[in-house]
């Protein structure tokens, strides 16, 4: 633990320096000198971030073994006290349907189970199980790794899969009217359009697990499963959130792409200067400027074109964070990385910028999964397919916008 400290707070003094150093030279042009500086700075701030990364690997995986194990011996101890709650008994029966099946579970385990049978919606009777709350919480924690645009969107959790019809606007064309004493103070309907933010079905294909892996005790078979799963399902659904077109079969989610319109599009065709960030962020109504999730959206590679980018004066984009109170800066504003979005090229929208409280991401809390056991017998082997629905729309069409490539 002394050794992540020492790294935290090396990276910490070096963030420190770089915008130390980046205050102090203001408005005056770079020399060549502080540009080499800064790149040998910024190199090594890179390979302590690595180093940290990898740190915080190691120690959160020892961590995860002790509360899986510690939870295992705590969950034995009430089985045998029978002093478990509901929840706790449906997460043991569901555990035990992973590793055996239906047919082997007790009478006690079966009856936990019907209350999340009931709820599959229909899947139920097709060998469907709705996974238990505990279950789906690992999922989707594990799901975040896939997409940075959910971290900074309004999240809507919803028990049924129901359309929902959506009003959307642009809400900078609403305004206030001076009114005189005694007079009639009007009326003005705002004007909306509706979408509908459907339900979209997404599985997880099958995944393939060997019987002894299942029969080994020394296994955290949800945590396992719950992984390979938020992988699947994380990396279709961080994709089709900024690339759904909202058509086809089966229709698609209508992303943040075909929702957003082009608040500027580059000078040259192929290539992105500070200029065209600093058009794209100036794009977009002050108000929502200000607001707590405004940020900029790109791919990994745009922000390390960004990180090695200067602007006319030869000061860096890119600002090191020291921490999550004083992140990284891209002219001086925060921002998100998604492989959902494209890279820079012609026609293509490769960032976005704006308040994105105002693009919701329905989730459908329910999720499905189904143990298939016969088709893979030949193989000793079980498999496991996952459901679950979601849905997205931008409600304020001015709130956040793109920077489209020159075609």
């Known amino acids: 633990m002394k050794d992540l400290k020492d790294l935290k707070q090396r990276r910490a003094q070096l963030a420190n320096e770089m915008r130390s150093m980046n ?34 690997e190691l120690r959160n995986s020892e961590q995860r073994y002790i509360e899986e194990r510690s ?22 029966a569901f555990n ?19 209350e999340l049978r009931a709820q ?11 996974v238990p709350t505990t279950f789906l919480n690992r999922v989707y924690e594990s799901m975040k790794a896939y997409g940075g645009l959910e971290a900074v969107c309004q999240v809507l959790n919803t028990e049924s899969g129901n ?24 009326e003005k309907d705002v004007t909306f359009d509706v979408e509908t933010m459907g339900s979209h079905k997404m599985t997880s294909r099958v995944i393939r697990v060997s019987s002894e892996l299942l029969q080994d005790s020394g296994i955290d078979m949800e945590g396992y499963l719950a992984g390979r799963i938020a992988s699947r399902l994380g990396r279709g659904r961080a994709r089709l959130l900024v690339q759904g077109t909202g058509a086809g079969t089966p229709r698609q989610p209508k992303g943040l792409e075909a929702s ?36 900029l959206l790109f791919n990994d590679s745009t922000l390390q074109l960004l990180e090695e980018m200067e602007d006319s004066q030869g000061r860096p984009l890119w600002i ?30 490769f960032m976005f910028a704006g308040d994105f409280q105002q693009f919701v991401i329905r989730n459908v809390r329910a999720m ?36 489209d490539g020159k075609a």
């Not at 319109?261 to 192929?270: D, F, K, L, R, S």
């Not at 056991?373 to 459901?387: I, K, M």
Request: with cysteine; hydrophobic share 40%; glycine share 10%.
């Open 23 to 56: 205050d102090s030279i203001g408005d005056a042009e770079w020399t060549g000198d502080q540009k080499t500086k800064w790149a040998e700075m910024r190199s090594a701030i890179k390979g302590l971030d690595e180093r940290i990364e990898r740190e915080e």
């Open 71 to 92: 939870d295992e011996l705590a969950d034995k101890a009430r089985r045998d006290a029978d002093k478990m709650a509901p929840e706790e008994r449906q997460a043991h």
């Open 96 to 114: 035990r349907l992973l590793r055996v099946g239906a047919a082997e579970l007790s009478g006690e385990e079966r009856r936990a189970l019907q």
């Open 120 to 130: 599959a919606a229909g899947d139920a009777a097709k060998g469907g199980y709705t």
């Open 163 to 186: 359309e929902i019809a959506w009003p959307t606007s642009d809400g900078t064309n609403d305004e206030g009217v001076l009114v005189g004493e005694n007079e009639d103070a009007g």
């Open 260 to 295: 957003t319109n082009v608040g500027h599009t580059t000078a040259a065709i192929g290539k992105l200067t500070w200029k065209d960030v600093n058009g794209l962020i100036h794009s977009i109504d002050p108000s929502y400027r200000v607001a707590p999730n405004f940020r």
């Open 320 to 349: 090191p964070g020291l921490d999550a109170s004083a992140p990284a800066t891209i002219l001086k504003h925060r921002y998100v990385v998604d492989q959902g979005v494209a890279s820079i090229g012609a026609g293509s929208k």
């Open 368 to 403: 499905v999964i189904r143990r298939l056991v016969e088709r893979y017998a030949e193989f000793d082997q079980v498999g496991f397919l996952a459901f679950t629905r979601f849905g997205c729309v931008l409600q304020d069409l001015s709130a956040v916008k793109a920077l």
